[in-house]
């Protein structure tokens, strides 16, 4: 399905991009994952009834309404930037209306990312290169800190992985457990990595 009939399906619309102003150079562009890599990966990759996901830099909520759609799972999604976080309200207000009968919160905060306080019953943390890896470190770290309070398995999937991210997990206790490419991808770092914490 195209883009535009996908986010009409959901009753939404997040298809574009945004820059940030020029100096801004922490904080990436919003541009949202594709649906077919989205379809993708969730034939993959399984949420169960007791997670509850993060998306990291939710720009217009794309991810986090196709995931609570599909799963019905609690989703919390952050955004910084002003006019798409009052983009990503107006998208759940509509989106809401069609999807009355799913019981999950969706929660949209707006506020940095870096600032998130974990909650124990996160689970899931979903980026797709939202910022700088200096703060996806700090992100990480908010993680790991959660998890050695309250030790539970944890995942985190990114979305076109950069290498520079994937350096920061090389020093944490974070282990690579899967990859999932797109079909028909047009360049390799079209793919997700999903890394996990796992409780012994
Ligand atoms: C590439 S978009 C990804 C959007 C969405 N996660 C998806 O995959 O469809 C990254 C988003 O992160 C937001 N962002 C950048 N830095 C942030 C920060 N420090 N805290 C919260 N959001 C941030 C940007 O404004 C942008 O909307």
């Given at each position: 399905m195209a883009e535009k009939k996908y986010d009409q399906s959901l009753r939404i619309r997040t298809v574009g991009l945004r820059e940030w102003p020029q100096?801004?150079?922490c904080y990436n562009r919003y541009e949202a994952t594709p649906y077919k890599a989205l379809d993708r990966l969730f034939q993959v990759y399984r949420l169960n009834k007791s997670d509850k996901v993060v998306d990291f830099g939710c720009g217009r909520g794309r991810v986090s309404f196709y995931i609570h759609n599909r799963f019905q799972v609690p989703v919390t999604g952050i955004e910084v930037h002003d006019k798409t976080y009052e983009e990503a309200l107006g998208n759940k207000a509509s989106y809401r209306q069609m999807a009355r009968h799913i019981q999950a919160p969706i929660r949209l905060k707006y506020g940095l990312a870096e600032h998130y306080e974990v909650k124990v019953t996160d689970n899931t943390f979903y980026f797709f290169n939202p910022f700088s890896a200096q703060i996806f470190e700090q992100v990480v770290d908010n993680i790991l800190q959660s998890v050695e309070g309250d030790p539970r398995t944890v995942d985190l999937i990114l979305y076109y992985p950069i290498a520079a991210y994937k350096r920061v997990l090389q020093?944490?206790?974070?282990?690579?457990i899967n990859k999932v490419t797109v079909p028909g991808?047009?360049?390799?770092?079209?793919k997700f990595l999903i890394y996990r914490w796992a409780d012994k």
């Open positions: 100096g801004m150079v020093n944490t206790p974070f282990q690579l991808a047009a360049q390799q770092k079209e």
